[in-house]
Antibody, heavy 115, light 111 residues
């Protein structure tokens, strides 16, 4: 069965950093574009970052709201995708979901940015 | 960025009623490769989103066939033919023809 399991969330202060991870299994990870999508409390879905596959040079794309602060990466040998979040802001508070091509979704990990 | 506008924002239905949700795009979602990358997701309360329909009208495996999608270009529709209790939640359209964007969501609730 397909599984995406996020980890690494928590409470941090503004301007701090946090790295969240997503462990994938049950599908050919190396063939899948991977995304991070977030949802602020009571709000809709917002695409955050995307990373393509090796044949596409692992190209990365970011929402304007996180560009220059967040970095998405992947390790195909471990079937893992990561999101390094630097200079966090209170408006980054959200549930962060890992998704494979928008087809498979993890349960999400909560990130709270507050002083 | 492509803006997806969903209507209505809230939908009240009785069990067994058929309902439709509209998703309109600010740009054509027809890709140069001939595909239209418009999907529909359902997010039940307290749950992550799940894929219902991809490429406008293709039903994801395991999704009941009371769900159907249609449309082209900039106008798309999700129809539920006979709402069941498990269908309640928020529906999102999402496009990836261009840089991915989500619609604002349509909350389906019981009347």
């Amino acid at each position: 069965a397909v599984q995406l399991v996020e980890s690494g969330g928590g409470l941090v202060q503004p301007k701090e950093s946090l790295k969240i991870s997503c462990a994938a299994s049950g599908f050919t990870f190396s063939n899948a574009a991977m995304y991070w999508v977030r949802q602020a409390p009571g709000k809709g879905l917002e695409w955050v970052a995307r990373i393509r596959t090796k044949p596409n040079n692992y190209a990365t794309y970011y929402a304007d709201s996180v560009k220059g602060r967040f970095t998405i990466s992947r390790d195909d040998s471990k079937s893992m995708v990561y999101l390094q979040m630097d200079n966090l802001k209170t408006e980054d508070t959200a549930m962060y979901y890992c998704t494979a091509t928008g087809t498979y979704w993890g349960q999400g990990v909560m990130v709270t940015v507050s002083s | 960025d492509v803006v997806l506008t969903q209507t209505p924002p809230t939908l009240s239905a009785t069990i067994g009623q058929s309902v439709s949700i509209s998703c309109r795009s600010s740009q054509s979602l027809l890709h140069s490769n001939g595909n239209t990358y418009l999907n529909w997701l359902l997010q039940r309360p307290g749950q992550p989103p799940q894929l219902l329909i991809y490429l406008v009208s293709r039903l994801e495996s395991g999704v009941p066939n009371r769900f159907s999608g249609s449309g082209s270009g900039t106008d798309f529709t999700l129809k539920i033919s006979g709402v069941e209790a498990e269908d309640l939640g928020v529906y999102y359209c999402v496009q990836s023809t261009h840089a991915p964007t989500f619609g604002g969501g349509t909350k389906l609730e019981l009347k």
